[in-house]
């Protein structure tokens, strides 16, 4: 299985993106977002944007667990990870987007 991003709308109404791993665990998710075209776009900044260390921020959580955000150009978060269990856990995360968010498909789930 190759990794993809699941676009699909929220109990609210809102289109949100995961990105799941080949393996199918979730690596990434997005935001909510009024239009799909918005949801779409966010995608795209997830494809351009992965691969540059120097857009992810690597914090803590409050419960003390590492996490990541991914950050577009512009500084405003366009994906959220899990929370990881180490930091060597996270760093594993953020290799996994910079390695599968620019190649994978999209399922589009609105539509169901």
């Known amino acids: 299985m190759v990794a993809r ?8 109404g809102e289109f ?16 909510g977002y009024k239009q799909k075209a918005s949801a779409t776009n966010g ?10 260390d120097a857009h992810y921020e690597r914090k803590t959580s409050t419960s003390g667990k590492p996490m990541f955000n991914l ?7 366009i994906g959220t990870s899990e929370l990881y269990s180490s930091v060597a856990a996270r760093e594993n995360g ?3 987007v910079k390695h599968n968010a ?11």
């Open 71 to 77: 950050k577009a150009t512009n500084g405003q978060v």
């Open 102 to 112: 620019p190649e994978a498909s999209v399922s589009d789930l609105t539509h169901s």
């Open 94 to 96: 953020i290799e996994s």
């Open 43 to 52: 995608i795209e900044s997830i494809r351009k944007n992965a691969p540059d």
């Open 5 to 12: 991003f699941e676009l699909y709308k929220d109990k609210a």
């Open 16 to 31: 949100r993106f995961r990105l799941k791993a080949g393996n199918g665990e979730i690596i990434l998710v997005s935001e």
